[in-house]
Each structure stands twice: as C-alpha cells, then as structure tokens.
C-alpha cells in the first residue's frame, strides 16, 4: 500500500512569552537585550482561529522519486 507525505504551508499569530531575571534586561532604557526577538528559550501559543492554510502539497513517500541516480 502506498504512503503519502501531506504537507501543509500555514500562517497563523503566536504569542511568544519568557520569565527572565532583572539583570538580564535593562528595564531603564527598555533594552530587552538577546530577547528583543523571540528564540528558542521562548514558550510559543499559537492564538487558536487564527490559522489559515496557504499552500497544501502531497508526494509519495518512502521513495525518492526524483533520484537521477537510477539507470
């Protein structure tokens, strides 16, 4: 029986949320310093409704088709 790999593309709001200690940010000047941008040490929600799917594709999977290397 064949298998397919079903890939959808999505955009969707997040909130993106970190405990940090005073002396890892300057609340003076507002310099959030490394988490001016979320990362890796973030927690991430996706906002549920907030999704919608922009691109959806199928292949065959377990095999690789396109393989130029087969005579």
């Known amino acids: ?6 890939t959808h593309k999505i955009n969707a709001d997040f909130i993106a ?3 940090v200690n005073e002396d ?4 003076n000047i ?5 988490y001016k941008k979320p990362n ?3 927690d991430f929600t996706m906002l549920k409704g907030t999704e919608s ?9 377990g095999q ?3 393989n130029s290397s087969k005579e």
């Open 17 to 19: 949320e970190v405990i």
């Open 30 to 34: 507002n310099d959030l310093k490394e």
């Open 24 to 27: 890892q940010i300057d609340s």
């Open 64 to 66: 690789n088709i396109n």
């Open 40 to 42: 890796s040490k973030f």
């Open 1 to 6: 029986m064949k298998k397919y790999k079903i």
């Open 53 to 61: 799917v922009t691109q959806t594709t199928y292949e065959e999977y």
